[in-house]
């Protein structure tokens, strides 16, 4: 039996691990894929203090693994498949286990949401790609588009620019949710070029893409796009089905929990990108996991 089992390893999941860990808990972490989330995927992370310069994504990730693991958390790749949490005894149900602990912490952020037009299922891994720093590569040279005008999208623009010829980035409005200094930095690069009030309508090709259709939402005029690669950022959606019905969600989908990250089930806490919040940073992500950990420690007096 754990004090603490976390399910999910991103920068909520393993800063959890590493509070829960050094306050001398009994702490495993549930993994489906790598640790890290995806941080680990960020090409590059400006915005996490501590490094005077830019840091890889991957870097940060591993090194908090490293110090998670070296205040003794245990670390299993392992997918929780149902989490049966309701009562004293939580248990988190994986392919070949059942783990078994009394206070559990949800971390397992979200993953890209899809745009849901023509074309996009059909091309995904032949030009469509929900991750410019995982795929990027394989469009040295190309002409690119990248859907969508939130943080994510800049970055991967601005990513993306280092190795296209040319990336379009088509946004359905204006003005940008993304950080003022990101859409300044895509202004300011020769091979981006924007697309407003527009959205991808179809995206066509033979064997993969060669086209993205685009609307203009205001003039409804169409144009095409010939692009090889379609990268998709148009948001994010909680993996929360797993725990709808156990624990509150909110109408998109997150966990309901405050700044204290408990649920409304005694002995269950909530971290991350999963969380109803304002601002989803990996900053913010860890101040979760360290909270969380508080919780299930007081929890467990
Ligand atoms: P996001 O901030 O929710 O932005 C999603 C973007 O996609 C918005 O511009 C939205 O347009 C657009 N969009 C949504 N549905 C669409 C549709 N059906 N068709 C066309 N466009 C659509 O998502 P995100 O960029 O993935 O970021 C998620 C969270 O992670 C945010 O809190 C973000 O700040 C954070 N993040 C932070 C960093 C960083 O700080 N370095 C990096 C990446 C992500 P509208 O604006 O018109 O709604």
Redo the contacts with the bound molecule.
């Keep these: 039996m754990y004090d603490i089992i976390i399910a999910g390893g991103g920068p909520a999941g393993l800063t959890s691990a590493i509070y829960g860990a050094r306050g001398g808990l009994n702490v495993l972490v549930l993994e489906r894929s790598f640790a890290g989330g995806q941080m680990a995927i960020?090409h590059t992370?400006?915005?996490y203090p501590g490094f005077e310069n830019d840091v890889p994504g991957a870097l940060l990730a591993n090194n908090m693994h490293v110090q998670a693991t070296r205040l003794g958390a245990e670390f299993k790749n392992e997918l929780v498949k149902e989490f049966d949490i309701d009562g004293d005894v939580k248990k988190l149900h994986t392919r070949n286990e059942v783990y078994e602990a009394r206070t559990v912490v949800l971390a397992m952020g979200?993953t890209?949401?899809k745009?849901?037009i023509a074309g996009e299922e059909d091309f995904i891994g032949a030009g469509v790609s929900y991750c410019a720093t995982c795929d990027g590569a394989f469009f040295k040279g190309a002409n690119v588009a990248v859907?969508?005008?939130?943080?994510?999208?800049l970055?991967d623009a601005l990513f993306l620019a280092r190795y296209c010829e040319k990336v379009y980035l088509v946004?359905?409005?204006d003005t940008?949710?993304?950080?003022h200094a990101l859409v300044k930095l895509a202004e300011e690069n020769d091979k981006i070029e924007f697309v407003l009030d527009s959205?991808?309508t179809v995206i066509q090709g033979k064997f993969t893409v060669d086209t993205l259709v685009v609307e203009n939402l205001k003039t409804k005029e169409k144009q095409d796009l010939k692009v090889t690669g379609v990268f998709v950022?148009?948001?994010?959606q909680p993996t929360t089905e797993l725990v709808r019905g156990k624990v509150d969600l909110d109408d998109k989908g997150y966990i309901i929990a405050g700044e204290d990250c408990k649920t409304n089930v005694p002995g269950v806490f909530c971290a991350g990108?999963i969380r109803t919040k304002e601002?989803?940073?990996?900053v913010t992500a860890a101040a979760d996991g360290a909270v969380a950990s508080y919780g299930c420690e007081l929890y467990l007096l």
């Design positions: 960020s992370v400006e915005n979200a890209p949401r745009l849901g859907i969508g005008g939130g943080n994510t999208a970055e946004h359905r409005r940008f949710r993304a950080q959205t991808g950022a148009v948001g994010q990108d601002v989803r940073q990996i």
